[in-house]
């Protein structure tokens, strides 16, 4: 039996999660600000209060279960990261995305890499959803977590080290 795929996106305030959703999607994005965890479809969209404030981590981590990747993003423009080793307690393979790269300078870009190194996570993407730098790539991160099956309760996913 195959366990659905689905990506769940986490970020802070304004780290670019909606515009990223919309262009995996291949969706117009929505402009309605994410207010709770919200599934659509494949993919798992969550508000940025949820990690800027720690009351919502048990929410962030109990939700991770249900993903097959989890992409924790930071916007190199901003002074938001994530809490220290905060990846250790996801649920689910992470990736850690630097957005709006279109937007950071190189030293921006590096702290942003950074702070995903501190927060635990262990590859990571430069990107931008606006000019598409970085998608393919990403893109490609996502599909090694594919699950390529879900037997007896439990996921079994062949992770590739390409």
Known sequence: ??????????????????TLLGVLSDKAVRTVKTESIDF????VDTPG???????????????????????????????CPPPPTFSSVICAPIVGVVTKSD????????????SLRRSGVRESCVISSVTGEGLEFLKSTMERYRPTSYEDGKLKQEVSSE
């Open 103 to 114: 937007l950071a300078s190189s030293e921006q870009i590096e702290r942003a890499k950074k």
């Open 1 to 18: 039996m195959s366990r659905p795929w689905r990506v769940m996106v986490i970020g802070s305030v304004d780290s670019g999660k909606t």
């Open 49 to 79: 209060e949820f990690l800027d404030i720690p009351l919502h981590y048990n929410s962030l981590i109990s939700t991770s279960s249900k993903a097959s990747v989890v992409l924790l993003l930071v916007d190199p423009t901003r002074n």
């Open 40 to 43: 659509c479809g494949d993919f």
